[in-house]
């Protein structure tokens, strides 16, 4: 018996001993890790650097095309106030945005202006002095442009006062020298224009001018 046990004993010490090595020693990768901590750094100066440089950078003015301000320039004016030219004062009594322009006197027959379906009028409301020695044609006196919403403009048309029919046309009234007269422009436009809240003024040129007049509604 002892000697079946004896190799078999020798056999498992020498399987065994085959077995066991010592772990391989892993490889040295410090100089690596040198290079990419040293890559790291470079980046982050060089990040800081671009931030230093960009925070020193003055901001751009703004595009003069990209400013909101009104289409075309001019003299503010408000309702009660005066343009006084040359050869005419013309005096602003009201503005309103109206589906039936009526004369000042309805108190008999009268000439309206009532708005189309889907429409409405911008009324300018004036009182025009001619300032020259000669008579002033009433449609030589000023040219109107409503501009709404920044762009959408609608050209006004002269009505001046006349006490028999309420309006007449401006192509065969005219104002001696010294004398005032109402005389009111009407700018048709869509309903849109009086159920918005969208920017809406007028732009008045006097004829004997050259200067532009702005009349903010809203």
């Given at each position: 018996?002892k000697?079946?046990i ?6 498992i010490a020498?399987?065994?001993?085959g077995c066991s090595?010592?772990p391989?020693t892993?490889?040295?990768n410090s ?11 470079a980046?982050?100066?060089e990040?800081k650097?671009?931030?230093?440089q960009l925070?020193a950078v003055?901001e751009?003015?703004?595009d ?20 006084i030219t040359e050869?005419?004062?013309i005096?602003?009594?009201?503005v ?9 006197n309805?108190?008999g027959?009268?000439?309206h ?7 409405v009028y911008?009324h ?6 001619n300032?020259?020695k ?5 449609d030589?006196?000023?040219s109107?442009?409503a501009d ?7 050209s ?14 401006a192509n ?6 010294l004398e005032?007269?109402?005389?009111h422009?009407?700018?048709?436009c869509?309903q849109e224009?009086e ?14 001018s050259?200067?532009?007049y702005?009349?903010t509604?809203r």
């Amino acid at each position: 018996m002892k000697r079946k046990i004896l190799p078999t004993i020798l056999t498992i010490a020498i399987v065994l001993s085959g077995c066991s090595s010592t772990p391989p020693t892993p490889p040295d990768n410090s100089a690596e890790l040198e290079s990419l901590q040293a890559e790291v750094n470079a980046l982050r100066e060089e990040n800081k650097t671009l931030k230093e440089q960009l925070a020193a950078v003055p901001e751009a003015a703004p595009d003069a095309n990209e400013e909101m301000a009104t289409p075309q320039q001019g003299t503010p004016i408000s309702v009660g106030e005066s343009i006084i030219t040359e050869d005419v004062e013309i005096t602003i009594n009201k503005v309103e945005l109206s589906y039936d322009v009526l004369p000042d006197n309805t108190s008999g027959f009268y000439t309206h202006y009532e708005a189309d379906a889907g429409n409405v009028y911008i009324h300018l409301d004036v009182d025009v002095k001619n300032l020259g020695k000669q008579n002033l044609g009433c449609d030589n006196i000023l040219s109107a442009t409503a501009d709404y919403n920044g762009g959408y403009t609608y050209s006004g048309f002269a009505a001046p006062e006349d006490s028999n029919t309420g309006f007449t046309y401006a192509n065969i009234t005219s104002i001696k020298p010294l004398e005032t007269l109402g005389v009111h422009y009407l700018f048709k436009c869509p309903q849109e224009v009086e159920e918005s809240t969208n920017p809406l003024f007028i732009i008045i040129e006097p004829e004997s001018s050259n200067d532009s007049y702005i009349l903010t509604i809203r």
